[in-house]
Nanobody, 129 residues
């Protein structure tokens, strides 16, 4: 499975960005068999989970830092997961990664980076005035 993250950039505090994670390369499985998560890593800090979405999209997890500001969604027709980020803050500055894992239950929302099998290359988000 290959993941391509995009949509990062530089914005002022309070601004918005939409990250995309396009998935491909499924072998014997489909996009709907994978839970997708977004993680981020700021300089000098450990990678942290931001949000994840179950295979069906019916179950979603947000880290406290993302609640009320970020929205995760998935588009089956495009094999893509989105992370809409609003009201961005300087502390949101990081490299954002998407990750995928095959799961057996449609409601699973793995939250630990070690749970994930496949990773995208990351996209830089910078929030600064």
């Amino acid at each position: 499975v290959q993941l391509q993250a995009s949509g990062g950039g530089s914005v002022q505090p309070g601004g918005s960005l939409r990250l995309s994670c396009a998935a491909s390369g499924f072998t014997g499985l489909t996009f709907d068999d994978y839970a997708i998560g977004w993680f981020r890593q700021a300089p000098g800090k450990e990678r942290e989970g931001v949000s994840c979405i179950s295979t069906s999209g019916g179950a979603i997890y947000y880290a406290e830092s993302a609640k009320g500001r970020f929205t995760i969604s998935r588009d089956k027709s495009k094999n893509t997961v989105y992370l809409q980020m609003n009201s961005l803050k300087p502390e949101d500055t990081a490299v954002y990664y998407c990750a995928a894992v095959w799961v057996t239950l449609k409601t699973m929302t793995p939250r630990d980076a070690d749970d994930y099998e496949y990773w995208g290359q990351g996209t830089q988000v910078t929030v600064s005035s």
